[in-house]
C-alpha cells in the first residue's frame, strides 16, 4: 500500500544514498534503503535461527571426544596414498 508522506529529511544524507544506491530519484533512493534495512534484519534472524540449531545440536551430540588434528592427518594419508 502505498501513502504520500511529508517528511522533513537531511538532503545531503538523501544526496549520499542516492550514489552510494543509484537511484534516479529521492522516492526510490528511499525505497531501495528501506528494502535494505529490511533485507538485512531477516538475514540477521535467519543466521540467529541457524546458530540456535547448530547450538542444539551440538548439545545433542555432546563433547567431541575426538581430536580433529586426527582427522586432517588422516585425510592427509588418505591423499598421499591416492
Known sequence: MLRNKHLRLDQEKIAKARRILRAKTETETLDRALDRI?????????????????????????????????????????????
Open 38 to 82: 529490511i533485507q538485512e534484519e531477516q538475514e540477521k534472524t535467519r543466521k540467529k535461527k541457524v546458530m540456535r540449531q547448530i547450538l542444539a545440536l551440538r548439545n545433542t551430540l555432546g563433547k567431541m571426544v575426538e581430536d580433529p588434528a586426527d582427522w586432517v592427518r588422516s585425510a592427509r594419508k588418505e591423499r598421499a596414498i591416492s
